[in-house]
């Protein structure tokens, strides 16, 4: 189990205190990047419903009042009957406006939704990843901490952890070997 241990510290010990910071400034940037990325998507639908209003006031309502011009008789006083052709017209010009920014507006809605899903599953997994480093750097400062204090309690410097597994395992063998003569002689003296 010490050894164990002692290989996760070693494993572990590569990874500068720095990281944990470098990498929390990269989520900042990253979810900074997705409010620009929002942004931008609301500002190019804007811009394209900007166009349909244009398209409908320049040219689909013009074009919709010949097509009604040609269909009335000579005879007609567009003057009196300006209000009542207003209003079969205008329902038409604002049924094609709304069903073109309805079209619009789902497809800017479904672009911000997987944008979302999406930011979603990186901030979940850039958050176990933040929690990785930083339970190794933990581990690092821990590793670090407790070579400082056997330094200071033995007043000899231990080396590295590689370096201390290797002298505790020289040491268990060692402890085995002598333990084992020993349970010979208590068993050859009881003879």
Do not use: W
Not at 16 to 28: D, G, W, Y
Not at 62 to 76: E, R, V
Not at 140 to 155: D, Q, V, Y
């Amino acid at each position: 189990m010490l050894c164990l241990t002692l290989l996760v510290i070693v494993s572990c010990a590569s990874i500068p205190a720095s990281t944990s910071t470098l990498s929390k400034e990269v989520i900042k940037e990253a979810d900074g990047m997705h409010q620009l990325t929002i942004s931008l998507v609301n500002q190019l639908y804007a811009e394209r419903e900007q166009r349909i209003n244009d398209f409908i006031t320049y040219k689909y309502t013009p074009a919709l009042l010949k097509n009604y011009q040609k269909l009335l008789p000579d005879s007609l006083d567009y003057k009196t009957e300006l209000p009542n052709i207003l209003k079969s017209i205008v329902p038409v010009i604002n049924k094609k406006r709304d069903s073109l920014q309805g079209v619009l507006s789902a497809e800017q809605q479904n672009i911000i939704k997987q944008l979302n899903a999406n930011y979603a599953t990186y901030t979940t997994s850039s958050a176990a990843l933040q929690g990785l480093i930083d339970s190794a750097v933990k581990l690092k400062t821990s590793e670090s901490n407790a070579l400082t204090a056997l330094e200071h309690l033995t007043g000899v410097s231990p080396g590295t952890v590689s370096t201390i597994d290797a002298k505790l395992e020289k040491l268990l063998t060692d402890s085995g070997t002598t333990i084992a003569q020993l349970l010979q002689i208590a068993n050859s003296l009881k003879q």
